[in-house]
């Protein structure tokens, strides 16, 4: 158990690769067989989870935990360094939580090449797993760069009638930002030795070498010459704000999303967009706190951008995979507002929001894969009246569209409120415009339900569609749980994130909450 | 209003529509520490009542003529919050929760009794055939028009007294009011009258099956018809010698704030008394220009469209707000979504595929300029000493014999100099 405990995180992020590996030995006709195991790893791995969420200590929770850290390529200063903290930690579960059920989703769709299939997928997830977990950051670039093939094939092998078009444009596309992403990275290894040399209280904690230590690169954050900070924040931003994807970078997105089967768009949308902003948070903001601060109203206006656009566009969708991939560049946009507000409420709303849209967009790309697999189309002006053969499918689709467009007691809510509150507190259009992309989110996604849900059947063509079936609705049923629980009671989400945000707050505006004590003496006592 | 008619009933009486009023009237600590918020508020709330008003008076579905008062209804206790009468707008919403819940339910009814008809125009006439229903709507009706010592009377002629009295009130507010009043008394008694009275315009296949509603729906309207008799008794006002015990409860809440508003104009009982009658009296012309020309004379369509001229179609399409909102917001956004789908397909895409493109024909180019330059300049030199050898070639072919004819040659060429070049 102990050795399980210390090593819990390349367990968790390695064993789908284990499972992988197994899985290759199998015959390729077995083709049940092959579906189970992948299951069957896949729902091990969400359980062998668990534990770093209970484990996970709380009271030090802007820590790094579970950490192993661990020569790997000492020529050039790579150390096999892993750990998280409650950012991470929300992100990791919800990647463990997500891969099972993209599995799941898959056991009908796929019927050619299932073994290759079931092989990529269990790749992604380690790719995935070993992006959020990574403290090196020639690690995480490994993990970064990794991740594109496996996604690259299923959205090539597995996708819609144009898939080679939106696979290599999102392997370009997103290769393309990380050359850059990784051209910053180089930058930071090349400086940091000089900067330790000059900082003895850095060269204590990490030595003086050349390293590719993430905690190493923050520690000297504050001693970056601007200059580098400028530079190296406008490369990382081009590799991130592709993943995310942020105006102007998002038009691989839709493609993407269109042509790629529903798991792949269901990890697409709910776990790789969030390694963008994970990347923002993790890097750009710690380790280039004047950067960040410098290029705040660029990015805080390409964030109000992507939310009013995204949403414009969405609406006008005739594809139903289209609207929902729209809606997320609508819904990204919020998770930047809220983390370039640089305050704990804009960054707690933030990350919250990472995982809600996870849920709901993740959901909602299962909602729209059940009924393509029925119909095998997914334009909108063919639906109509679906409620009234499919109780439960309109059910489950309306939860959804009210958590994506943030009600109150479904997780949107907590997320979008969260986000607005801490732009409000810095600029109080930031959080007029916010307030508008909510109103046209409603607007889009419940004219959606109107036209496939609502009213009389008019298409012959969907009078014998059938319920879902007990797979699928396995598939919603934790998305829907989790919804209702951040919703209800987000105190345990918001536990684990307000160390590590008040953290981060402080590292990009140290004397933020001198200020705000100071603001909170004057409102007690007024002048 | 589309909605089925108990949800209706439901959500325009007491909860969805008027948790506006609750939240003004909750928030009265704000409002009352701005003063022109709440002018905005008075002179909203009784152009929304004049206006709702006046499109009430040619609406032909019943429910809608319902649903409009109800916006009008709303315009008189946002008028009451706006002049700082916060008791009486609340009070106004809860007599109007039960007579507007009545009418609802009688419509209802009246909708069920006819298998679905909504369209006063097909009604006509039932005033004998569904008899509790037209009693307890007629109760519903009296109460709203403001007939003095019903529910709405006291909550209405509190409003209108206010809007004219208060720091914040101005004739003008009284008197837009007043017509509003008269306009209700109007459009309600042609609801009564279109629907109860006159010839029947039923069509004959339904016209056998009119019957009165079970008692699961009689019972309610009954309970709430004595709602809107004895409702209004829990503020019968000081200057009919009660007590205003509705306000004096809600005082607590509604407690000034310690802000100077100058003193209240002080009115005498007998001014306040005048004031009521006024609307009571105005009222009771707008129930007179109903009864002359829906029950005197039965409903003709011709006849009323000539009677609003010019207005009638702007009243009968709702000053065109939907259609002024489609065209000002909806319809825009759906452009602005499909200009930015274009935008986005064309301009950012196109830069993407752009420079996919461009890096293609560079790498065509580039492939181009590789083959037909860079190796064309080898195969060039390589071509030039090739042709340039050619004739170096020839005498170095490789064959014995072409060597031994050379030789014989020029062993023949060289005899031949010997034997004649000489001589």
Same mark, same amino acid.
């Given at each position: 158990?102990?050795?399980?405990?210390?090593?819990?995180?390349?367990?968790?992020?390695?064993?789908?690769?284990?499972?992988?590996?197994?899985?290759?030995?199998?015959?390729?006709?077995?083709?049940?067989?092959?579906?189970?195991?992948?299951?069957?790893?896949?729902?091990?791995?969400?359980?062998?989870?668990?534990?770093?969420?209970?484990?996970?200590?709380?009271?030090?929770?802007?820590?790094?935990?579970?950490?192993?850290?661990?020569? +790997?390529?000492?020529?050039?200063?790579?150390? &096999?360094?892993?750990?998280?903290?409650?950012?991470?930690?929300?992100?990791?579960?919800?990647?463990?939580?997500?891969?099972?059920?993209?599995?799941?989703?898959? +056991?009908?769709?796929?019927?050619?090449?299932?073994?290759?299939?079931?092989?990529?997928?269990?790749?992604?997830?380690?790719?995935?797993?070993?992006?959020?977990?990574?403290?090196?950051?020639?690690?995480?670039?490994?993990?970064?760069?990794?991740?594109?093939?496996?996604? &690259?094939?299923?959205?090539?092998?597995?996708?819609?009638?144009?898939?080679? &078009?939106?696979?290599?444009?999102?392997?370009?596309?997103?290769?393309?930002?990380?050359?850059?992403?990784?051209?910053?990275?180089?930058?930071?290894? =090349?400086?940091?030795?000089?900067?330790?040399?000059?900082?003895?209280?850095?060269?204590?904690?990490?030595?003086?070498?050349?390293?590719?230590?993430?905690?190493?690169?923050?520690?000297?954050?504050?001693?970056?010459?601007?200059?580098?900070?400028?530079?190296? =924040?406008?490369?990382?931003?081009?590799?991130?704000?592709?993943?995310?994807?942020?105006? /102007?970078?998002?038009?691989?997105? /839709?493609?993407?999303?269109?042509?790629?089967?529903?798991?792949?768009?269901?990890?697409?949308?709910?776990?790789?967009?969030?390694?963008?902003?994970?990347?923002?948070?993790?890097?750009?903001?710690?380790?280039? /706190?004047?950067?960040?601060?410098?290029?705040?109203? =660029?990015?805080?206006?390409?964030?109000?951008?992507?939310?009013?656009?995204?949403?414009?566009?969405?609406?006008?969708?005739?594809?139903?995979?289209?609207?929902?991939?729209?809606?997320?560049?609508?819904?990204?946009?919020?998770?930047?507002?809220?983390?370039?507000?640089?305050?704990?409420?804009?960054?707690?709303?933030?990350?919250?929001?990472?995982?809600?849209?996870?849920?709901?967009?993740?959901?909602?790309?299962?909602?729209?894969?059940?009924?393509?697999?029925?119909?095998?189309?997914?334009?909108?002006?063919?639906?109509?009246?679906?409620?009234?053969?499919?109780?439960?499918?309109?059910?489950?689709?309306?939860?959804?569209?009210?958590?994506?467009?943030?009600?109150?007691?479904?997780?949107?809510?907590?997320?979008?409120?969260?986000?607005?509150?801490?732009?409000?507190?810095?600029?109080?259009?930031?959080?007029?415009?916010?307030?508008?992309?909510?109103?046209?989110?409603?607007?889009?996604?419940? +004219?959606?339900?109107?036209?496939?849900?609502?009213?009389?059947?008019?298409?012959?063509?969907?009078?014998?569609?059938?319920?879902?079936?007990?797979?699928?609705?396995?598939?919603?049923?934790?998305?829907?749980?989790?919804?209702?629980?951040?919703?209800?009671?987000?105190?345990?989400? =918001?536990?684990?994130?307000?160390?590590?945000?008040?953290?981060?707050?402080?590292?990009?505006?140290?004397?933020?909450?001198?200020?705000?004590?100071?603001?909170?003496?004057?409102?007690?006592?007024?002048? | 209003?589309?909605?089925?008619?108990?949800?209706?009933?439901?959500?325009?009486?007491?909860?969805?529509?008027?948790?506006?009023?609750?939240?003004?009237?909750?928030?009265?600590?704000?409002?009352?520490?701005?003063?022109?918020?709440?002018?905005?508020?008075?002179?909203?709330?009784?152009?929304?009542?004049?206006?709702?008003?006046?499109?009430?008076?040619?609406?032909?579905?019943?429910? *809608?003529?319902?649903?409009?008062?109800?916006?009008?209804?709303?315009?008189?206790?946002?008028?009451?919050?706006?002049?700082?009468?916060?008791?009486?707008?609340?009070?106004?919403?809860?007599?109007?929760?039960?007579?507007?819940?009545?009418?609802?339910?009688?419509?209802?009814?009246?909708?069920?009794?006819?298998?679905?008809?909504?369209?006063? *125009?097909?009604?006509?006439?039932?005033?004998?055939?569904?008899?509790?229903?037209? @009693?307890?709507?007629?109760?519903?009706?009296?109460?709203?028009?403001?007939?003095?010592?019903?529910?709405?009377?006291?909550?209405?002629?509190?409003?209108?007294?206010?809007?004219?009295? %208060?720091?914040?009130?101005?004739?003008?507010?009284?008197?837009?009011?007043?017509?509003?009043?008269?306009?209700?008394?109007?459009?309600?008694?042609?609801?009564?009258?279109?629907?109860?009275?006159?010839?029947? !315009?039923?069509?004959?296949?339904?016209?056998?099956?009119?019957?009165?509603?079970? !008692?699961?729906?009689?019972?309610?309207?009954?309970?709430?018809?004595?709602?809107?008799?004895?409702?209004?008794?829990?503020?019968?006002?000081?200057?009919?010698?009660?007590?205003?015990?509705?306000?004096?409860?809600?005082?607590?809440?509604?407690?000034?704030?310690?802000?100077?508003?100058?003193?209240?104009?002080?009115?005498?009982?007998?001014?306040?008394?005048?004031?009521?009658?006024?609307?009571?009296?105005?009222?009771?012309?707008?129930?007179?220009?109903?009864?002359?020309?829906?029950?005197? !004379?039965?409903?003709?369509?011709? !006849?009323?469209?000539?009677?609003?001229?010019?207005?009638?179609?702007?009243?009968?399409?709702?000053?065109?707000?939907?259609?002024?909102?489609?065209?000002?917001?909806?319809?825009?956004?759906?452009?602005?979504?499909?200009?930015?789908?274009?935008?986005?397909?064309?301009?950012?895409?196109?830069?993407?595929?752009? %420079?996919? @493109?461009?890096?293609?024909?560079?790498?065509?180019?580039?492939?181009?300029?590789? *083959? @037909?330059?860079?190796?064309?300049?080898?195969?060039?030199?390589?071509?030039?000493?090739?042709?340039?050898?050619?004739?170096? *070639?020839?005498?170095?072919?490789?064959?014995?014999?072409?060597?031994?004819?050379?030789?014989?040659?020029?062993?023949?060429?060289?005899?031949?100099?010997?034997?004649?070049?000489? %001589?």
């Amino acid at each position: 158990m102990d050795y399980f405990r210390e090593h819990i995180l390349t367990i968790v992020a390695f064993w789908p690769l284990a499972g992988m590996i197994v899985l290759m030995l199998f015959n390729k006709e077995n083709k049940t067989l092959i579906r189970w195991w992948a299951n069957v790893v896949m729902i091990v791995g969400f359980v062998i989870s668990i534990p770093l969420w209970v484990w996970f200590d709380r009271d030090t929770a802007d820590q790094m935990q579970f950490v192993q850290n661990i020569p +790997w390529i000492q020529t050039i200063g790579a150390n &096999y360094h892993v750990g998280i903290d409650g950012i991470s930690l929300l992100l990791v579960m919800l990647t463990t939580l997500l891969g099972p059920l993209a599995v799941l989703s898959s +056991w009908e769709a796929i019927h050619d090449r299932v073994k290759e299939y079931y092989v990529f997928m269990l790749m992604l997830q380690a790719g995935m797993l070993g992006v959020f977990v990574s403290l090196d950051f020639f690690l995480f670039y490994v993990f970064w760069e990794v991740m594109l093939v496996p996604m &690259y094939f299923i959205i090539g092998v597995w996708g819609g009638p144009r898939k080679l &078009y939106a696979a290599i444009k999102f392997f370009l596309y997103t290769l393309f930002g990380s050359v850059l992403l990784l051209l910053g990275i180089l930058a930071l290894y =090349f400086i940091y030795p000089n900067l330790a040399a000059q900082h003895p209280e850095v060269a204590g904690r990490f030595g003086t070498g050349s390293t590719f230590d993430v905690l190493a690169f923050q520690a000297v954050a504050s001693y970056l010459p601007f200059a580098y900070q400028y530079w190296i =924040f406008l490369a990382f931003f081009v590799g991130f704000a592709i993943k995310v994807p942020m105006f /102007p970078f998002h038009t691989w997105l /839709p493609d993407a999303h269109v042509e790629a089967p529903t798991a792949g768009s269901v990890i697409l949308a709910a776990v790789l967009l969030k390694m963008g902003t994970y990347g923002f948070l993790r890097f750009s903001l710690p380790i280039l /706190p004047d950067g960040t601060k410098y290029f705040v109203p =660029f990015m805080i206006g390409l964030s109000i951008i992507a939310i009013i656009y995204g949403a414009l566009v969405a609406m006008m969708q005739p594809d139903m995979k289209k609207l929902v991939a729209y809606s997320s560049v609508s819904h990204m946009g919020f998770v930047t507002l809220g983390m370039f507000a640089l305050n704990p409420n804009g960054l707690n709303g933030s990350i919250i929001q990472q995982i809600n849209h996870g849920i709901s967009t993740g959901a909602l790309f299962l909602i729209v894969g059940i009924i393509y697999e029925r119909r095998h189309t997914r334009e909108i002006a063919q639906f109509g009246g679906l409620s009234n053969v499919m109780p439960m499918y309109a059910v489950v689709f309306l939860i959804m569209t009210l958590s994506s467009i943030g009600l109150p007691v479904l997780n949107g809510f907590i997320g979008e409120f969260t986000i607005i509150m801490g732009a409000l507190q810095q600029n109080l259009w930031w959080a007029v415009a916010a307030g508008a992309g909510i109103v046209l989110g409603a607007a889009y996604m419940l +004219w959606l339900y109107q036209r496939t849900m609502l009213g009389k059947i008019e298409n012959p063509a969907n009078e014998k569609l059938i319920d879902m079936n007990l797979r699928e609705l396995a598939t919603l049923v934790p998305l829907i749980i989790v919804a209702f629980w951040i919703g209800l009671y987000p105190a345990p989400f =918001f536990r684990v994130l307000d160390k590590p945000v008040n953290n981060l707050v402080l590292k990009v505006r140290p004397d933020y909450f001198q200020g705000a004590q100071r603001l909170n003496a004057e409102i007690r006592e007024p002048r | 209003m589309e909605g089925p008619t108990p949800v209706s009933a439901l959500i325009h009486a007491a909860t969805m529509v008027t948790a506006g009023v609750y939240m003004v009237a909750r928030s009265n600590f704000i409002y009352q520490m701005a003063p022109q918020a709440m002018t905005v508020v008075a002179v909203i709330g009784a152009v929304t009542a004049f206006f709702a008003a006046s499109i009430g008076l040619v609406q032909n579905d019943i429910k *809608r003529v319902l649903a409009y008062s109800t916006v009008s209804q709303l315009g008189y206790m946002f008028l009451a919050l706006g002049v700082g009468a916060f008791a009486a707008g609340i009070f106004h919403l809860m007599t109007h929760a039960f007579f507007k819940a009545l009418l609802f339910l009688g419509s209802g009814s009246v909708i069920h009794a006819l298998h679905h008809e909504q369209d006063m *125009r097909k009604m006509g006439a039932l005033k004998n055939k569904i008899p509790v229903t037209f @009693w307890t709507m007629f109760v519903g009706t009296l109460a709203i028009a403001g007939t003095p010592f019903l529910a709405g009377f006291f909550s209405k002629d509190e409003i209108l007294w206010k809007a004219f009295s %208060s720091n914040q009130g101005h004739l003008l507010l009284w008197l837009l009011g007043a017509a509003v009043a008269g306009m209700t008394a109007f459009y309600m008694f042609r609801l009564i009258f279109m629907t109860f009275f006159g010839q029947s !315009r039923v069509d004959h296949h339904t016209e056998h099956h009119i019957h009165e509603s079970p !008692r699961s729906m009689t019972v309610p309207l009954i309970i709430l018809a004595i709602g809107s008799v004895v409702a209004g008794y829990v503020g019968f006002p000081a200057w009919l010698g009660g007590n205003n015990a509705f306000e004096k409860f809600l005082d607590p809440v509604f407690e000034p704030l310690p802000i100077p508003h100058g003193p209240e104009a002080e009115y005498s009982h007998l001014a306040e008394a005048g004031m009521a009658a006024a609307s009571v009296a105005i009222a009771l012309i707008g129930f007179g220009l109903a009864y002359s020309k829906y029950c005197k !004379r039965s409903w003709e369509q011709q !006849r009323e469209i000539r009677q609003y001229g010019s207005l009638y179609p702007v009243f009968l399409n709702k000053y065109y707000v939907d259609e002024g909102y489609d065209f000002l917001f909806v319809n825009r956004a759906k452009d602005a979504g499909t200009g930015l789908w274009k935008f986005d397909a064309v301009v950012v895409d196109g830069a993407v595929n752009g %420079s996919a @493109w461009t890096t293609v024909e560079g790498a065509l180019g580039s492939g181009w300029w590789d *083959r @037909w330059v860079v190796d064309g300049i080898v195969k060039f030199i390589g071509g030039f000493i090739r042709t340039m050898s050619w004739p170096l *070639r020839l005498i170095q072919t490789g064959y014995v014999q072409n060597y031994a004819l050379v030789m014989i040659l020029g062993l023949l060429i060289f005899i031949g100099y010997v034997l004649w070049g000489t %001589s």
